[in-house]
């Protein structure tokens, strides 16, 4: 791939991976909310904030790891990408969910711009996934579950 459509490239993705573009960004969505707002259970919605944002760390996580060590081995899917039902988060909780997120969305970001990296060579250790597709899941995946903690967020009148 030529330099400079690598660059344009990886920008996007970055930008895909960071911004709001037509849309809240993850942080957005979760500024300003209270261990009350976090932690509450709407009616026919199965998870609460907190546990949404888990769910993101965990996926972030899994596939940031998969992409760097070949050894990874994923958690057992779908009880060890999920909190259990009941759980809820202190506030060290809750700033350590969103580190994290930000923390494996760097390490990832950085993944991206290394000039090394091959953006479109399937990983040896895949079965044809791509590190330009990890990063297309990473914020197709934060983007969908952004949308249900902004739905949460409305559905207990604690968004603008």
């Known amino acids: ?11 996007e ?21 209270t261990a009350q707002v976090w932690n509450q ?9 907190w546990q949404l944002a888990e769910h993101i760390r965990i996926a972030q996580w899994d596939i940031v790891e998969f992409c ?11 009880d ?8 809820t988060a202190d506030a060290k909780a809750w700033q350590a969910t969103l580190a994290h997120i930000g923390q494996d969305r760097q390490r990832f ?8 990296t091959d953006l479109l060579t399937p990983l040896p250790h895949g079965t044809g996934q791509t590190i330009l597709r990890e990063a297309f899941l990473i914020g197709d995946h934060t983007a ?7 739905m949460v967020r ?5 968004w603008k």
């Open 1 to 11: 791939m030529e330099k400079h459509t690598r660059e344009k490239l990886v920008a």
């Open 80 to 87: 060890a990408y999920w909190p259990k039902k009941d759980a």
């Open 144 to 150: 969908y579950h952004t949308g249900e903690i902004i």
């Open 41 to 49: 259970h709407v009616p026919d919605v199965p998870y609460t904030i």
């Open 68 to 78: 760097l060590d070949p050894d990874h081995k994923s958690p057992k899917w779908p």
């Open 154 to 158: 409305r559905l207990l009148h604690a």
């Open 13 to 33: 993705l970055v930008s895909l991976l960071s911004e709001g573009s037509a849309h809240a960004t993850f942080e957005d969505a979760c500024a300003g909310l």
């Open 109 to 116: 970001t950085e993944l991206l711009q290394n000039p090394a």
